[in-house]
């Protein structure tokens, strides 16, 4: 099989934003030897200084800084070494308990980031046409005239507050209080369109939507299944992890339409035709249920629902998946047999599975495998499901969603009031701060707002179809830019059509370059997570302190620190930070943890203290490689990072919890069952468990969420002390902000949020139980009766397309006239939309063309050679320019793009502006793959469809 590409063309550096070949970027570098990395293609911007042979003779000393990578979700520990007040080092931390001097290429470049010349250096704004510096004061002022304006014209829903995975927790709580405090719920991150999907389909099920296990507890598993995840290229050092597992005997299985580097190391490669995860799992199952290979007693005791699965699964008979998902039926037995005998296996999942218009099914049923084959709630098994950004995790948790509140809380009046009182302010107050209207029937506070996949669809629908006001009329995109949304002839569209453009970022992004606009386009520089301090969530849910390394650069501040002064400006700062000491316009970072600590009950986001985070960042060296559980020094008995739920109040000293669900352990050691989250019955069936759960629970069986009612009823009540019972009283184990109902319920062995089963039926969902839809651009037309998709919908404040777009596609033939199915995926060299890591040259000389993989026959047929320029053409219209891998990592009738390029819009190249007298435009541009990508959407989380869609490919 061909599996790396052949030799590039070189006639394809001349041609318009298609970049340069090695050869010629490192002729213009002037770099002759020794690669990129050579000191003399840097010129004499700021990164010059930051080279260590320019301090070499200083007698400066070298001042050693913890600080934790800021691209994936690992978390991988670094020593920054800083000199005169310049990082000049880097070194992986060998005694970090999760990367263990592992680094990958983005991580091992990673102090770039403090001193790039690319980066926005002092404010600025687009007028007539051209870019202009402002100072901080002028620009905050001007930006808050147009708040203000916008608001009293259109209310405060005519805004749209993008937020970033790349913010700390803090700095997440922050933004999402920020919105709260001008009244709207139109805020969102990057997990709309990662893991929305991931969160709702697994919350749904077991309780929460989270990684269960964690990297290093794959080391025990026994089986390992991959399905649309590529670790090797998306979290190279949890290959590491991976591998470790392997070597130990774990069997590895990759699903994927695609050979990747990951199926690179498997036992067993899965072709699977896109969009078919759902009749794949139901494939395993049939041979689970007909062979007697499913654990009938954990079943019995900790499931509700799997008969109805059984029934569903009928359908899914070994013909019928291999009509579905081109898998063989011996290949499908034989991996079904392989999960069945090495046990206990877990599951990884990405967004390969989640971004999809079934993307919340599709996740529900990765999860109902592993409860019938009993891999839940044990070491080496779980769902062990890989976030992408750094803190991804974090702010979901934190609630930077357009449809919650921290702590996962939702929106109803009750979740108000709780944060109100967390934030010590009026309800009333807060509630006069939101439209009071009521539009579509619903009120905007109590409504979800407007999902970051559609804010361009805010901007253009019709308003009268809007469950708001009006129009969205401005946005700030804050660390998060827009080449990672579908449908990018609309976006760019949004963004010429609002009244301003507001982008927070170190870097200009494609929010300030994509659009068409001459005036009213606002860049404010933001300093990065290596020049302020925080915590940071892992996608194991461990917690951890980044240390400031460096001064901001240039004029950039604090993401938080800019937040505060908008809030000044706007009149609201007393109330936002009435809890928080603030110096020289930077509210305290401890001060916002201990915030967030006294409000998130529900997941157990309220024992990690500042202290304790900064203690475990000290300590890395005594926590396990195996088992991230310290067995000795300051946090003896403690798991590293205190992975939430770590309950109760700091003084409680909850160790944290490595894997949830695990009813081998006493709840003070980590232990837990499933959520009681969905009542006690179900059409007058019991759905608690029938088993004891965690272990010393002393009530022996399942039971409900813990109230102030049931402590009373339990005769626990009077174990409270009495200041606990002046909070406690009307309140249960969520509300509670004393604690003391979970630390009593802790005191008895039992689980604050109950012991139920998990359940396979989400009767409130559109789909009871998962069922295979064909994806809106489906190249098999002849499965579409049989295998249709939803009916158009309103989810949420905007209409939604299904069964319309479908039957369009079959009336306007567009799946013969675009007949190549079209997915995309990440690469180990850059990251999310990659303007950070295209502008890093160390990691801008490794990849320099934006590509699609294509199969030679399919490559043969349209008479392309490898290494041709081609035009990728999209249903929708847009016609990208990029160049062709001819490779058999794709099959025929299927080809692949990556998703981290920008800066060439359907072939014209854009133009960024100068700061400082540098431009700001990356090293390496490309067209968007999501330009191409089509219109599709889940029902439940608005997840946005970047994994199944048609192309045709043509050579230019």
Known sequence: ???????????????????????????????????????????????????ASQVADSNAPIEVKK?????CSVGCGIYAEVQNGVWVGQEPAFDHPINRGGHCAKGASIRHHGHSEKRVKYPMKLEGGKWKKLSWDTAINEIGDLMLKIREESGPDALFFMGSAKFSNEQCYMYRKFA???????????????????????ANTWGYGAMTNSYNDMHNCKSMLFIGSNPAEAHPVA????????????????????????????????????GTDIPFIYGLLWHIFENGWEDPDFIKRRVYGMEMIREEVKKYHPAEVEDLTSVPAEQMRRVAKTLAEHRPGTIVWCMGGTQHTVGNANTRAYCILQLALGNMGTSGGGANIFRGHDNVQGATDIGLLFDTLPGYYGLKTGSWKHWCNVWDLDYDWVKSRFDQGTYLGKTPMNTPGIPCSRWHDGVMEDPKKLGQKDNVRMAFFWGQSVNTETRGREVREALNKMDAVVVVDPYPTMAGVMH?????????????????????????????????????????????EIMYLLAKKLGFAE??????????????????????????WTIGMTGQSPERIRQHQE???????????????????????????????????????????????????????????FGVEHNGVNILAEDPGSKGNEIGDGHPEFTADMLKQLGWWDELTAEEKKYAEGKNWKTDISGGIQRVAMKHGCIPYGNAKARVRVWTFPDEIPVHREPLYTPRRDLIAKYPTYDDRQVHRLPTLYKSIQDKVISENLDKRFPLAVTTGRLVEYEGGGEETRSNPWLAELQQEMFVEIHPADAADRGILDGDTVKLQSPEGAVLTLQAMVTERVTAGECFMPYHFAGVFEGEELQYPESGGVSTKPYVVGESANTAMTYGYDPVTQMQETKASLCQIVKA
Not at 246 to 267: C, L, Q, S, Y
Request: charged content about 20%; hydrophobic content about 35%.
């Open 619 to 677: 300590n890395w060296h005594t926590f396990s490689w195996e088992d991230l559980a310290a067995p000795g020094g300051p946090a003896k008995g403690e798991t590293y990072g205190l992975p939430w739920p770590c309950w109760g109040t700091a003084e409680v000293k909850h160790p944290g919890s490595h894997i949830l669900y695990d009813t081998s352990k006493h709840i003070m050691e980590g232990g837990g069952n499933f959520r009681a989250r």
């Open 516 to 560: 068409q606009r001459k005036d009213n386009v606002y860049l404010l520089p933001a300093a990065t997570q290596f020049e302020t301090y925080g915590s940071v969530t892992a996608s194991n849910r461990s917690i951890q302190w980044r240390s400031q390394v460096i001064e901001p650069a240039f004029e950039a501040k604090p993401d938080h």
């Open 67 to 71: 600080t934790i990578c800021s691209h």
């Open 239 to 274: 290959m590491q992890h991976i591998l470790t597992g392997k070597e130990r005997g774990a069997k590895m299985i990759v699903v994927d339409p695609r050979f990747t580097r990951t199926a690179a190391h498997a036992d067993e490669y899965v072709h699977i035709r896109p």
């Open 180 to 202: 709260a405090m001008w009244g709207t719920n139109n805020i969102d991150h990057s997990a709309r369109i990662c893991h929305s999907t991931t969160v709702a389909g697994v």
């Open 575 to 600: 109330q936002y930070t009435k809890r928080m000491k603030v110096t020289n316009n930077q509210p305290d970072v401890d001060d916002m943890v201990r915030e967030w600590n006294r409000g998130m």
């Open 1 to 51: 099989m061909k599996l790396e590409r052949q030799s590039k063309v070189v006639a394809t550096e001349k041609k318009a934003g298609m970049g340069l070949n090695r050869r010629q970027f490192l002729k213009n570098a002037g770099v002759t030897t020794g690669g990129i990395a050579a000191a003399s293609m840097l010129g004499a911007g700021m990164i010059r200084k930051a080279e």
